[in-house]
């Protein structure tokens, strides 16, 4: 795969135009991207639910719409950049696409090259190091001794990066002088 889409190895693709539809088909998985297609809003929605990077989806479906998928995908954890292609949008469709965080919207008709700079474009998602740490925790530690340790080490962390300034680091971490010095307390008992 080429190093510009490792970040995307699994694509998905909606639109419900068969010919626009095979030809995202084709150019996605020369891209060497493994790729699932839908035709409908309701078929996304459900290969979406199994897992992908990158959703490439056509707003104006005739069964469903790109703008619920694009919702969908916001919702997911991770989630992936979603692409959004359309005939025309409007301009309400195209300021509620970009509050969902949509990566880019490309007008058709388009080229495949096109297409590839929006996906080269794109910031590829963060990796989750939070997630696989929950992942590994989860039954090994009570919980109340984990929010502690967790707190006592956010604190540790904001006061090393304010030069133990314990009125910076409380703000740093959205809580109050007193707070934080509880939490020292606690942590020295």
Same mark, same amino acid.
């Given at each position: 795969?080429?190093?510009? /889409?490792?970040?995307?190895? $699994? ?10 539809? $095979? ?18 809003? +309701? ?10 990077? /990158? ?5 104006? /479906? ?9 919702? +969908? ?14 005939? +025309? ?9 970009? =509050? ?34 929950? =992942? ?15 707190? *006592? ?7 090393? $990066? ?14 109050? *002088? ?7 307390? $606690?942590?020295?008992?």
């Amino acid at each position: 795969m080429d190093s510009g /889409l490792s970040s995307y190895p $699994r694509v998905l693709i909606v639109d419900d135009d068969p010919i626009v539809l $095979r030809m995202l088909i084709k150019t996605v998985t020369r891209w060497g991207c493994r790729v699932t297609a839908a035709e409908t809003g +309701a078929d996304a929605l459900a290969l979406l639910a199994d897992g992908v990077d /990158l959703v490439i989806t056509d707003i104006n /479906l005739r069964a469903g719409s790109g703008i619920e998928i694009a919702q +969908a995908a916001a919702k997911m954890h991770p989630a992936p950049p979603v692409i959004a292609i359309t005939g +025309a949008a409007t301009p309400e469709e195209a300021f509620q696409l970009g =509050r969902m965080g949509v990566g880019a919207i490309v007008t058709k008709p388009f080229r495949p090259a096109e297409l590839r700079a929006v996906v080269d474009q794109l910031e590829p998602p963060e990796p989750d190091v939070l997630d696989g740490f929950v =992942r590994r925790i989860v039954g090994a530690e009570p919980m109340p001794e984990l929010i502690d340790a967790v707190r *006592r080490s956010m604190v540790v962390e904001a006061l090393a $990066r304010t030069n133990n300034n314990k009125v910076q680091a409380a703000s740093l971490l959205g809580i109050s *002088r007193q707070h934080l010095q509880k939490i020292l307390e $606690r942590g020295k008992a």
